[in-house]
Nanobody, 127 residues
């Protein structure tokens, strides 16, 4: 089984920055699998944030975060990052790391494309 652990969330004022980290482990985790970030604001459905394929050559962002968030990964460390800048109160949510089971995916925006999920890390942006 694959385990995903997010960290880096916290409380930040609007306009500030945070960097989220997701560390993957487990013998079935593949460095060639796509990974993604999703978020779920309180009382709302989970929504797509960003996705990245194994090499970083295919990246997809939600319109709401384009130009502000940057997704990246370091396969040598089995780690994915989400650098968030110019944070807005509407970015407040629990952020979840996800990974595909199969290799060479392009990085889908659909949550059903991912097989493994972390427990989430809370990001709160104050106004």
């Amino acid at each position: 089984q694959v385990q995903l652990v997010e960290s880096g969330g916290g409380l930040v004022e609007a306009g500030g920055s945070l960097r989220l980290t997701c560390v993957a482990s487990g013998r079935t985790y593949s460095r060639y699998a796509a990974m993604a970030w999703f978020r779920q604001p309180p009382g709302k459905e989970r929504e797509f944030v960003a996705a990245i394929n194994w090499s970083g050559g295919s990246i997809n962002y939600a319109d709401s975060v384009k130009g502000r968030f940057t997704i990246s990964r370091d396969n040598a460390k089995n780690t994915m990052y989400l650098q968030m800048k110019s944070l807005k109160p509407e970015d407040t949510a629990a952020y979840y790391c996800a990974a595909d089971r199969l290799p060479y995916g392009l990085g889908s925006f659909e949550s059903g494309s991912y097989d493994y999920w972390g427990q989430g890390t809370q990001v709160t942006v104050s106004s």
